[in-house]
């Protein structure tokens, strides 16, 4: 956490110019989203495919309320996210009785639906074109500027790790990673399976929505692009890549696949093979994801290391 | 008075009755042995004894509620736990975790203070964390205080889901085969525990094929064959009963006469110790 926050503050001395900022901003809106993701897939163990559909809500809520009827952002966001949990809450209890692979097509289905209506109610959301964005402001203050939003998002995805980590390490935490595990064995020692399933199905929601309407008035702009089933897939990879059931794996996860194929321009035409193939390594090498894999590698040689002292002495 | 009664309790799948008309009622503080041959349906009894199964028929009432058709998490909640024949321990944690998890039904905070943090939630992980500690001495798994679940062996697995279900403060503990894959001094072990559970104000139900432990350590004891009861009563009656030693070991050897029972019993024992 700590850790965390020096490379927030430090960040900017190696960040040349707005386009680096740009970037720092998008893995940081990304990251909030795969911390909520992390804790339905990886802590909770429950599959959605559907995630970009609440951080597409999110955007689009924001983007309606506040640019076409002139409510304050704030305002905007919040009753956003305030509808985003209650459709959650409403779907997540049918949706997640299912498990496994049928939890997977649900979710599916449910991003699809989502990314429908927002390109064919085009009187509210444009349609295909999307549609533009006022800046974020509170009071008299506006957010216009990439540094200072890089400091917002940068505080945000603190204030989002914290929250994960709170979480996790609670009597509610515990009982996701236990009906991760055993739903019978969490069942019978009196965790509301459903319940809690649907609790962090919410909170992960909340997260994307939040990230999504945050995403829109960064940019200015909203087009259906970032509601699609491929947007979905991306932040489960990110969540994969980064190490199931680490928050901090969800960070870096985010950090590198989102900065990844802006490195990987060099390649030109080969890029997406490039790309494709750092996944295919990093999967295969590193099997529980960076983080996961790395802290256990560094576990197994301070293991060994008193080891070999034992021995030369 | 009974602190569980059974009534008419059936359990169909497809065709095949693995429990019928079933009825008992268990008087707290007493160990309460379920036995049968394999496939009697001993567990089936236990998990409709949990909400785990949704029973075919009959009721199951607890300390003056109906819990027939409720979830398992609502039994829990009465105040029933239980162990499983093969293990449902959360692998993915340590193994102190898993018992604080046990106390779930008595850490109840909101949400937002959950994930604020307050200090109250704070304090209340340590004295989880600590009463967690605690239950891990007390069945004996106190060098394991700070080990991964999946780093554990078998036996200590077993104690692990005791200390777990101890964790619920249940009034009525069930333990599906708590010895079944423990070495003989595991198992000789396992007799005090099981006493000293009661001594805690907890009644036991005991299903176990180990004879010289259920014998041992049981009040009263039901014998289950085929779904059906095939006997019940103290453990002496049940003991020298023939219709048992029928059902496990065949009728040629129940014959009466001056060693017919200790042969029996020797028997069984050795049948069970090859199983």
């Given at each position: 956490m700590l850790a965390l926050a020096v490379i927030i503050g430090l960040l900017p001395l190696a960040l040349s110019n707005n386009y680096f900022y740009d970037i720092a901003v998008l893995v940081g809106l990304n990251a909030i989203v795969c911390i909520g993701l992390n804790l339905l897939i990886g802590y909770a163990g429950q599959i959605s495919l559907g995630h970009a559909g609440f951080f597409g809500l999110g955007a689009y809520g924001s983007a309606i309320l506040a640019s076409r009827y002139g409510w304050p952002p704030l305002a905007a966001l919040l009753a956003t996210t305030f509808a985003v949990a209650v459709l959650a809450f409403i779907v997540g209890r049918p949706i997640l009785r299912l498990k496994g692979h049928y939890l997977a097509m649900a979710t599916l289905g449910l991003g699809v639906i989502i990314f429908m209506v927002i390109t064919t109610e085009d009187k509210f959301t444009g349609g295909p074109d999307g549609i533009s964005v006022v800046p974020f402001r509170i009071g008299g203050l506006v957010l216009q500027d990439e540094r200072i939003w890089y400091w917002v998002v940068g505080a945000l995805l603190l204030l989002a790790v914290w929250l994960a980590l709170n979480l996790i390490e609670s009597p509610a935490g515990r009982a996701l990673r236990a009906l991760h595990s055993s739903e019978i064995g969490a069942e019978v020692v009196g965790i509301n399976a459903a319940n809690h399933k649907v609790m962090v199905f919410v909170i992960s929601a909340v997260f994307a929505s939040i990230a999504g309407s945050l995403a829109a008035h960064y940019s200015g702009f909203v087009t259906p692009g970032k509601v699609t089933f491929l947007h979905s897939i991306e932040l489960v990879t990110m969540v994969v890549f980064g190490g199931l059931a680490s928050t901090f794996g969800a960070v870096v996860g985010a950090a590198v696949l989102t900065t990844l194929p802006q490195l990987l321009t060099v390649f030109k035409d080969y890029e997406m093979m490039v790309f494709g193939a750092v996944m295919m390594g990093t999967m295969i090498f590193l099997p529980r994801g960076v983080v996961p894999s790395l802290a256990r590698l560094l576990a197994a040689r301070r293991k060994a290391a008193p080891d070999d002292k034992a021995r030369s002495v | 008075m009974s602190l569980l009664r059974v009534e008419g309790l059936g359990k169909k799948f497809g065709g095949l009755n693995a429990v019928e008309d079933l009825s008992f009622d268990i008087r707290p503080g007493a160990v309460y042995s379920i036995i049968g041959p394999n496939g009697a349906g001993k567990t089936t009894v236990l998990n409709l004894l949990t909400g785990v199964y949704r029973p075919s028929a009959g009721r199951v009432v607890f300390d003056g509620h109906d819990?027939?058709?409720?979830a398992p998490h609502e039994y829990a909640r009465q105040g029933i736990a239980r162990t499983f024949q093969n293990l449902q321990v959360f692998f993915n944690m340590s193994a102190l975790e898993n018992v604080m998890v046990g106390r779930h039904l008595h850490e109840r905070c909101g949400l937002v203070s959950t994930l604020l943090r307050s200090r109250r939630v704070a304090r209340a992980e340590d004295a989880c964390r600590e009463e967690a500690a605690e239950l891990m001495r007390y069945v004996g798994l106190q060098n394991y205080?700070?080990?991964?679940?999946?780093?554990?062996p078998y036996g200590a697995l077993k104690r692990l889901e005791i200390a777990r279900a101890l964790a619920t403060k249940p009034k009525l503990m069930l333990l599906d085969e708590p010895a079944a894959g423990l070495n003989p001094t595991e198992a000789l072990e396992l007799d005090g525990l099981i006493g000293r559970l009661t001594e805690r104000g907890v009644t036991v139900v005991l299903v176990e094929h180990n004879m010289r432990l259920v014998m041992g350590v049981s009040d009263h004891i039901l014998v289950l064959d085929y779904g059906r009861k095939l006997a019940e009563g103290p453990a002496m009656t049940i003991r020298n009963d023939p219709k048992v030693i029928e059902a496990y070991l065949g009728s040629a050897v129940a014959h009466d006469g001056p060693f017919g029972n200790a042969i029996a019993s020797a028997v069984a024992v050795a049948v069970e110790m090859h199983r």
């Open positions: - | 819990l027939t058709g409720r205080l700070s080990a991964a679940a999946d780093a554990m």
